[in-house]
Nanobody, 123 residues
């Protein structure tokens, strides 16, 4: 079993930056494809970014490409999301997710989920 815990959310002004982290328990983190999703109030959960188990493949949603960077450190069982040039439309609860399957944008693929961390970008 894998438990995921997100940290790093908060309130930031437009144009600011935040770095989210997702720490994993268990011994299989290095074998998991990992991803970030987000859900804004009244909206469906949407894909943000994903990284393969080795960190060699990365996918981004068009809305965050060039502003957000996903990374992972398998020695620390931790994944990160560096968010720069934040916009009010980035406001959402951000979730990390993982699965033994290959990297994908489909949230139905991921079996392991964190509890989420709130990111609020003020205008």
């Amino acid at each position: 079993q894998v438990q995921l815990v997100e940290r790093g959310g908060g309130l930031v002004q437009t144009g600011g930056s935040l770095r989210l982290s997702c720490a994993a328990s268990g011994r299989i983190f290095s074998t998991l494809a990992m991803a970030w999703f987000r859900q804004a109030p009244g909206k469906e959960r949407e894909f943000v970014a994903a990284v393969s188990w080795a960190g060699t493949s990365k996918y981004y949603a068009d809305s965050v490409k060039g502003r957000f960077t996903i990374s992972r450190d398998n020695t620390k069982n931790t994944m990160y999301l560096q968010m720069n040039s934040l916009k009010p439309e980035d406001t959402a609860v951000y979730y990390c997710a993982g699965d033994l399957s290959r990297i994908t944008r489909d949230d139905h693929t991921y079996n392991y989920w964190g509890q989420g961390t709130q990111v609020t970008v003020s205008s």
